[in-house]
């Protein structure tokens, strides 16, 4: 959770670590700050001061709208994955990812009417009216083609536990 931690403490972090530990090789730091705004994300990642990279989660929002929710077309997801693709510098490597611990499960998303959005916290539904495993195979296959999708990009792929089978669950 970058964005709450001061941001010297973090360059001290890279500092110390490129100063005092013996590795033989560069050691990779990612950040997580839950935020849209690619401008923010960006501004903790530097690989020399800072972080390789950070969740990239303006690169989440857009692959749920498009591939699972199927909000907008394909050619605006492909015009945002070419301009994210430099946009964190050329020695980013940001970590990609459909779920986490901080929002509902990504079936969900994918459902035929989904649950939630991009943004959905569903912790109102976390302990009472917990959402079900769908129905029927749709959501599974657009799980899969969203995770082919972040497989087949640049960056680290991150697989939240469980969501590899569509697991259910809010919050």
Known sequence: AVKHIETSWLTDLRA?????????Q?????GETFEGDRGVIRQYVDPDTMLDG????????????????RQGDMS????FL?????????RAVMSTFLGNHDVPRVVHVAEDTPLFDEWAGGKDRAWTNQPQLPT???AFERLAVGYALLYTSP???MLYYGDELGMAGAG
């Open 155 to 157: 960056g680290v792929p």
């Open 26 to 30: 560069h050691v990779y730091l990612v």
């Open 16 to 24: 110390r670590l490129a100063g005092e530990v013996e590795w033989d």
């Open 76 to 79: 605006e997801l492909g015009a």
């Open 54 to 69: 950070q969740f990239d989660f303006p690169l989440r929002a857009n692959v749920l709208r498009v591939v699972l929710r």
């Open 136 to 138: 029927t195979r749709s």
């Open 82 to 90: 070419a301009d994210n693709d430099a946009f964190y510098g050329p």
